[in-house]
């Protein structure tokens, strides 16, 4: 940012600006098919988060809807033990963690842009986190890749309810969601398993996401 | 009690619709509003809410059915988004004229074209002088709030005028914030049942929205404005009672934020407030007497607590998250409606300037916020303009440099072309 023709410079202070203790979650899914597991590991990762009496929002990206079939679609959520001052930044602008719904998201999609250095991924796969990590571009600063196989552990649920902000008659994390949230907290302990135990539909399935998520340290 | 729940703008409204105990809902779907909709018909489906809702084949329908259903005593509730806000344009002025305090939510989106779901207040503004309460929710408990206050007020016999409950699209629909559900019963205390002065009824026939002759036109246009001025009483008092039954004590019209000893202070109203106070709070700590206004409420404007707000103030900036092509000033329609507020002080003790930014539902960042502060502050740090053109302090005075006068920003160009700086 400058002051152009007069020569004086208003730079931007960034570091002012650092929500210390900020965790930003991005999920990437496919419209349509699997995009209520992502609204579903954002909203139950918020929700787990609200029970410890912390901030959170979730949501997802409305410019990448209304969505078409198998399109990458994108939803978010950030947690923090303090208010939320970015709350209408409208994307994560530096993910802390990324979390891929369908495995090959991972190719060709700019999944680990912004990724906050050390940051982690989580996969739902049944491949070894070795076999993922040869997709992913390097020097992305990822510090952690965590597999599930998600799908091994839950069947994916469909609904055309809790779109376009309203809620979801048929509940929340019956599905993938439950498992891979499960991961998530698993490698980074976002919230308390016992937290997101009580807020899914599957608490079992999000146990069992969290005990067969496999760890791959790449930092 | 109430319980805690992280919910979307559109459902909080949803709740408050609910606990209202709305009559009639008349609906048409458009994004970002139609999960309002859908929302509302879960609720009715599952037995939670007892309500007719009418699915309209159009918005002008929409407000059509809430006209005919307010004037038969029901209490109504529609919304609408962008192009189905202007769509049913025609019908407001009925619905204010007959003195029907049908409930409108706006989610807003840009107008057409090009086709755009993202949010700018533009919709809502077109309609600003429809005879309707007109005024913005920053959060998903705000949305839930205010609409059980536009009911309240509203309904007042001193009032009897619709309401716009507005929200920014997706910022504010879409996102999850925590909010308390109030209990029900605290509502029904705040908000008794409708109780409409005159009802359409075939045992005690009345004419609503009848052919008048000219003369007629002069008093009931009178009586409009006087019940818009009466507003800002029954408004400051219902908000009052809210914070006795429910706790939350909001500022009626005019939100201030660091506001009592700033020289610079920025006038804002509805999400974007939250980004703008981040950055106001961030130079306070810097040492910068900057502070913020939230605008509560539009219509009616609060023209006296705003210049009260604003006395002391070298200057004074307006965001508008609106396009007014043409308009006086070049900025938007609130850094109009600011001018007149403060009439006068573009000139002489005080500077008022105008930024427009965030169209089309394009995020404005704390880059923009902290690029609109800089350009204030330097304007306090220079002295004012003299009419003369000549400012009274600082090296380059007597130059009527283009910036000296350049009153009105858009964003991002005006800061990428170093507009501001002098």
Same mark, same amino acid.
């Given at each position: ?219 | ?148 206050? *536009?009911?309240?007020?509203? @309904?007042?016999?001193? &009032?009897?005028?619709?309401? +716009?409950?507005?929200?920014? $699209?997706? %910022? ?52 409009? *404005?006087?019940?818009?001025? @009466?507003?800002?009483? &029954?408004?400051?008092?219902? +908000?009052?009672?809210?914070? $006795?039954? %429910? ?57 006296? @607590? ?117």
């Amino acid at each position: 940012m400058s002051g152009g023709d007069r020569g004086v410079a208003w730079a931007f202070p960034r570091e002012l600006f650092e929500e210390k203790g900020l965790r930003q979650v991005t999920v990437w899914t496919r419209g349509v098919v699997l995009i209520k597991e992502a609204r579903d590991v954002v909203t139950a990762l918020a929700g787990a988060a609200a029970r410890e009496g912390k901030q959170s929002q979730a949501w997802e990206n409305y410019v990448d809807l209304p969505d078409r079939i198998n399109v990458p679609v994108k939803a978010y959520a950030r947690i923090s033990d303090r208010p939320i001052e970015s709350r209408y930044i409208y994307e994560n602008e530096a993910p802390d963690i990324v979390v891929v719904v369908e495995e090959s998201l991972v190719k060709g999609n700019p999944i680990l842009d912004g990724l906050r250095p050390g940051g982690t991924l989580v996969v739902n796969t049944r491949r070894r986190p070795e076999e993922i990590a040869r997709f992913l571009t390097p020097g992305s600063g990822l510090g952690l890749l965590a597999v599930v196989d998600a799908a091994g552990i839950a069947t994916t649920e469909k609904t055309l309810s809790g779109q376009e902000g309203a809620s979801d008659a048929s509940g929340i994390g019956g599905g993938w969601a439950a498992p891979l949230s499960g991961a998530v907290v698993r490698a980074c302990g976002l919230v308390g398993l016992p937290s997101l135990e009580a807020v899914v539909k599957a608490p079992e399935a999000a146990r069992i996401g969290y005990e067969r998520t496999i760890l791959l340290e790449l930092a | 009690m109430g319980k805690k729940a992280l919910l979307t703008g559109v459902v909080a409204v949803a709740h408050a619709v609910k606990m209202a105990d709305v009559d009639v809902i008349a609906s048409y779907p458009i994004r970002p509003y139609t999960g309002v909709m859908s929302e509302l018909a879960r609720m009715i489906a599952d037995g939670e809410l007892d309500a007719e809702m009418i699915r309209a084949e159009g918005e002008h329908s929409q407000l059509s059915i809430a006209y005919g259903a307010s004037a038969a005593g029901a209490r109504t509730f529609v919304g609408s988004s962008g192009v189905g806000v202007t769509y049913a344009y025609e019908v407001y002025s009925p619905i204010s004229g007959a003195r029907l305090p049908v409930q409108m939510m706006i989610a807003d989106r840009t107008l057409d074209p090009p086709g755009d779901f993202g949010s700018e207040h533009t919709d809502a503004l077109c309609c600003r002088d429809q005879g309707w309460l007109m005024g913005w929710a920053e959060t998903p408990q705000e949305a839930l709030d205010m609409c059980l206050v *536009y009911y309240r007020a509203g @309904e007042d016999p001193q &009032v009897s005028l619709p309401q +716009y409950a507005c929200q920014d $699209g997706y %910022f504010v629909s879409h996102i999850t914030g925590e909010v308390a559900i109030p209990d029900p019963a605290q509502v029904r205390e705040f908000l008794p049942p409708f109780r409409p002065v005159r009802v359409l009824d075939p045992a005690k026939p009345i004419a609503v929205g009848p052919q008048i002759e000219p003369s007629m036109g002069p008093p009931l246009q009178y009586q409009r *404005y006087l019940a818009m001025q @009466e507003s800002r009483r &029954v408004l400051t008092e219902a +908000y009052e009672e809210f914070a $006795g039954i %429910f706790g939350r004590r909001y500022a009626p019209l005019v939100e201030a934020f660091l506001a009592d000893d700033a020289e610079v202070l920025l006038v804002t109203s509805g999400a974007h407030t939250a980004t703008a106070r981040n950055v106001v709070q961030k130079l306070r700590g810097l040492g910068e007497k900057i502070g913020l206004l939230k605008l509560r409420s539009i219509r009616p404007f609060p023209d006296r @607590e705003l210049a009260a707000a604003c006395d002391g103030a070298k200057v004074v900036g307006v965001l508008d998250n609106d396009a007014a092509f043409g308009i006086s000033g070049g900025g938007g329609v609130l850094y109009t409606e600011v001018c007149t507020a403060l009439q006068g002080g573009g000139l002489g003790d005080r500077e008022l300037l105008g930024f427009v930014a965030g169209l089309g539902g394009e995020v404005i960042s704390r880059e923009e916020f902290y690029w609109m502060a800089q350009v204030m502050l330097d304007r306090a740090r220079r002295g004012p303009v003299a009419a003369s053109g000549k400012r009274e302090s600082g090296g380059d005075a007597g130059l009527m440099a283009r910036e000296n006068w350049k009153k009105t920003f858009w964003l991002p160009f005006d800061m990428e072309a170093g507009e501001g700086a002098a």
